[in-house]
């Protein structure tokens, strides 16, 4: 299995990428070359330079220094969105898939119901009744989308369900928690990861859209969505302002997009048996 990652030059080069932006959030004091909070009104809109690498927004901050801190909220986030949704919609699949009956009746009638509705409409809905903050969209977030992972996620369970190893299982008695976490968890293992990877994508541009919006993320905080939100007044007058945390965001999301497919073709259980 690491033989064929490795070999994959699009999950090593999605994979590497990702981590390096990671790395760079998680350093960013040491990396950053300026105070990212730190206004200079006479000095705004400055261009390239030693000092200002990327220049400064209309308040006179260092770009490059916003968009190095600005990888907390942004990647942090999304993945702490990903493992709320995953961890639930992973459970509700699992139940719905192995139990059945009045379970799985109760469970997908209620991913019916969530699912019927535009998912970004029911997340603004979300946000506006609970407040704006951090953490309310974040369970926004994940109140809408672990419906649509429960469904993906049952449909994997259902596969293995009435496989002999999960039969032999039964019948010598084992405990039904053994069986869904050491049997059919490790056999959807490579769905999850895919999933994985592609609902950071998601996330990211979730949570980037509700700070454009002033409903995430709040300045004077640095995101890459609320940046842009910063910078729509001036995009004809400094476009650098605009682009570079726009070029970032979809570099990322394309990142996570692409290590989903590598991935895919990785875990792919007729490739792994070649």
């Known amino acids: 299995m690491v033989g064929r990652l490795i070999r994959n ?3 090593v080069g999605t994979i590497g990428l990702v981590l390096i932006v990671a790395l760079i959030g998680i350093f ?16 705004k809109f400055a261009g390239f330079s030693q000092q200002y690498p ?23 986030l999304a993945v702490l969105t990903m493992l709320g949704t995953i961890g639930l919609g992973a459970l509700m ?36 009744l609970l407040g704006i903050s951090v953490q ?14 429960a469904r993906m996620i049952r449909t994997g369970v259902m596969q293995y369900r009435d496989r002999n190893f999960v039969r032999f299982s039964r019948c010598i008695g084992t405990p039904e928690s053994f069986i869904l976490f050491r049997h ?39 995101e890459w969505g609320a940046m842009l939100s910063e910078a729509k007044n001036v995009l004809t007058s400094n476009p650098v302002q605009m682009l570079v945390p726009g070029i970032a965001v979809v570099i ?23």
């Open 93 to 128: 699949g699992l139940l719905a898939g192995y139990f059945r009956g009045i379970v799985e009746e109760v469970i997908m009638r209620t991913v019916d119901v969530m699912l019927s509705f535009p998912s970004q409409i029911m997340v603004f809905a979300v946000v506006a």
């Open 184 to 222: 059919l968890v490790p056999s959807i293992a490579a769905d999850l990861a895919v999933l994985s990877s592609l609902d950071v994508g998601w996330a990211i541009i979730n949570i980037s859209t509700l700070s454009f919006l002033g409903l995430g993320v709040q300045a004077p905080t640095p």
């Open 28 to 43: 960013a004091p040491f990396i950053a070359p300026n105070d990212p909070y730190a206004t200079d009104i006479l000095n």
């Open 252 to 274: 990322l999301v394309a990142a996570f997009n692409l290590m989903g497919d590598a991935l895919r073709d990785v875990l792919d259980p007729k490739e792994v048996q070649k």
């Open 9 to 11: 030059r699009a999950a």
């Open 54 to 76: 990327l220049g400064t927004d209309n308040l006179g901050r260092c770009i490059l220094s916003r968009m190095i801190y600005g990888i907390r909220p942004t990647l942090g």
């Open 136 to 149: 309310n969209v974040i369970l926004a977030n994940v109140f809408i989308k672990w419906a649509w992972y």
